[in-house]
């Protein structure tokens, strides 16, 4: 049931992103709402989990904007595993730590797959400027805390039963068996 939830939440913020809130693709406040998606998989829940849910969401973005297919999905499973072994490493586990490490990561995997993508395809990029890439981190740290609170009330919506299946108790004994 998680993984559901976060695939059609995360689908949503694709659809919000890519249709809304980014009119131009070199638009400079465009917020990037997958990858605030991407840090809370990683800081919340587990591998399997995320893997489930981050396939789907990569394919979701190439198709509707990527220009070099691929690109997404290098950016989403390359900052998930680095602040997923980030937050596994560091001995400081406080949230207060845990969104300038987003942001740090943001930008360290943004610059390495536009290096990536300059060296396999110089034609198909606009030219890296620093200010406006720090200006869509500081957009991706201001958006992570009101988007880490409504994942979680997702996360407790998905783990709590709907149905009452725990509520059934079947005796595993013997009702006419006599006790002593």
């Not at 890439?133 to 997702?154: N, Q, W």
């Amino acid at each position: 049931m998680i993984v559901i939830n976060f695939i059609v939440v995360g689908l949503l913020l694709v659809i919000a992103q890519t249709t809304v809130f980014m009119p131009q693709v070199d638009w400079l406040p465009a917020p990037d709402f997958y990858f605030v998606l991407v840090a809370f998989l990683a800081y919340r829940l587990e591998l399997i989990h995320c893997l489930l849910i981050l396939f789907p969401l990569a394919c979701f973005l190439d198709v509707l904007c990527g220009t070099v297919l691929g690109s997404y999905a290098l950016i989403c499973f390359s900052g998930f595993f680095l602040l997923k072994t980030a937050n596994e490493k560091l001995p400081i586990r406080e949230p207060l730590y845990q969104i300038p490490l987003i942001g740090l990561v943001y930008l360290a995997v943004h610059y390495l797959v536009y290096q990536l993508l300059n060296f396999l395809q110089p034609d198909h990029l606009v030219p890296w400027s620093w200010s406006p890439m720090c200006i869509r981190t500081l957009l991706v740290m201001l958006l992570a805390y009101p988007f880490f609170f409504f994942f979680e009330k997702v996360r407790t919506f998905s783990v709590s039963n709907l149905l009452p299946w725990n509520r059934i108790r079947l005796r595993t004994d013997n009702r006419r068996r006599r006790r002593t």
